[in-house]
C-alpha cells in the first residue's frame, strides 16, 4: 500500500511571496489533514477535509492560509503572503473512519526568510 | 477544547535504563489514544494505539502503554530502551466526534550508547 505523498520536500522562500504544498492521501481514505509543526512542538491541526468538504478549519489563518480538495482526492496548502513565522514543516495525514488510525506524509519543510 | 500535555520536554537516558512519558488529556467523550514516533530524519510512525478492552497494550519494538481512565493519562513504557529509539514521541488523541487527532508537545528522547 503506497503511504501519503507530499511535495516539494524542501521549499524556501522569501517573506511576502507565496507558496503551495501537495498532498496525495493513501486510496480510498475520506479524511485529509494538514498540520503545522514548528520546530520543537507538536503538531498543529491547520484543516481537516472529509472527502471534498472542510470539518475543521477553526486553526487555520484565514488571511493567508488556504487549502482545497476539489475532487476529495488529493489536496494543496497554500501560503500568500508568507512570514517569517511560517517556517515549519507541513505535514499531511489520512485516514479512514474503518481504520481510525492517521498515517502521515514525510512532510514539506518550510523556511521563510 | 481538547488538550493533549505530555509532561517532559527532553528525556535523555543510558541504554538499558527503563523510560516512562507521560501523557494526559482532556476530552469528556470516547476517544482512541496513540504515540506517535519521528525518527531523526524520517515521517510520523504509529507506535501504538489503544481503542477498547484491556487498558495495557503492547506496540512495536517493546513499547507499551497504560490507559488509566480516571487519570485521564496513557503513558508509555519500554523496560530497557536502546540507542535506535532516539526520537521524538508525540502522544495524540481521536476524538470520535469530528475524527480530529490532537497531538502533544512531544518529548525528546536521547538513549547515550
Known amino acids: 500500500e503506497a503511504g501519503v505523498a507530499q511535495s516539494p520536500r524542501y521549499k524556501i522562500i522569501e517573506k511576502r511571496q507565496s507558496v503551495a504544498f501537495w498532498c496525495n492521501p493513501i486510496?480510498?481514505?475520506?479524511?485529509l489533514y494538514w498540520y503545522q509543526q514548528i520546530l520543537g512542538q507538536g503538531p498543529k491541526l491547520l484543516i481537516q477535509?472529509?472527502?471534498?468538504?472542510?470539518?475543521?478549519d477553526s486553526q487555520l489563518p484565514k488571511d493567508r492560509f488556504s487549502a482545497e480538495r476539489l475532487k476529495g482526492v488529493d489536496s494543496t496548502l497554500k501560503i500568500q503572503p508568507a512570514k517569517l513565522e511560517d517556517s515549519a514543516v507541513y505535514l499531511c495525514?489520512?485516514?479512514?473512519?474503518?481504520?481510525?488510525?492517521?498515517?502521515f506524509g514525510q512532510g514539506t519543510r518550510l523556511t521563510v526568510v | 477544547a481538547q488538550s493533549v500535555s505530555q509532561h517532559n520536554h527532553h528525556v535523555i537516558l543510558s541504554e538499558a535504563a527503563s523510560l516512562e512519558l507521560g501523557c494526559n488529556y482532556s476530552?469528556?467523550?470516547?476517544?482512541?489514544l496513540f504515540w506517535y514516533v519521528q525518527y531523526p530524519g524520517q515521517h510520523l510512525q504509529l507506535l501504538l494505539k489503544?481503542?477498547?478492552?484491556?487498558?495495557l497494550v503492547k506496540g512495536i519494538k517493546g513499547f507499551e502503554a497504560e490507559f488509566i481512565k480516571s487519570k485521564f493519562s496513557f503513558n508509555l513504557r519500554k523496560p530497557s530502551v536502546q540507542w535506535s529509539d532516539t526520537a521524538e514521541y508525540f502522544c495524540?488523541?481521536?476524538?470520535?466526534?469530528?475524527?480530529?487527532?490532537?497531538f502533544g508537545t512531544g518529548t525528546s528522547l536521547t538513549v547515550i550508547p
Open positions: 489503544y481503542f477498547s478492552g484491556d487498558p
Open positions: 495524540a488523541v481521536n476524538a470520535f466526534t469530528g475524527n480530529q487527532f490532537y
Open positions: 477535509f472529509q472527502n471534498n468538504g472542510v470539518v475543521d
Open positions: 495525514a489520512s485516514s479512514s473512519p474503518r481504520i481510525s488510525e492517521a498515517f
Open positions: 476530552y469528556g467523550g470516547t476517544v482512541n
Open positions: 486510496s480510498g481514505h475520506a479524511t
